[in-house]
């Protein structure tokens, strides 16, 4: 068999908080901001959970991670 691997791309882009859940960025914050409302762009700051529908992708993507 071989060995199982994470994906790299989702090892850099998420982590595994202590109680369970997963911590991702924001999209849409990166260029293209000048039409962007300040607003808008205020509340794409910080970090969020990945949704709980989205944590069966995650626990393929990061098999060691315990989900």
Known sequence: MPKMKTKSGAKKRFR???GGT???GQAFKRHILTK????N???????????????GHMAQMLPFAGL
């Open 16 to 18: 595994v908080r202590p």
């Open 41 to 55: 762009k205020r509340h794409l700051r910080g970090a969020v959970n990945v949704h709980e529908t989205n944590m």
């Open 22 to 24: 997963v911590k991702r």
């Open 36 to 39: 962007k409302t300040t607003k």
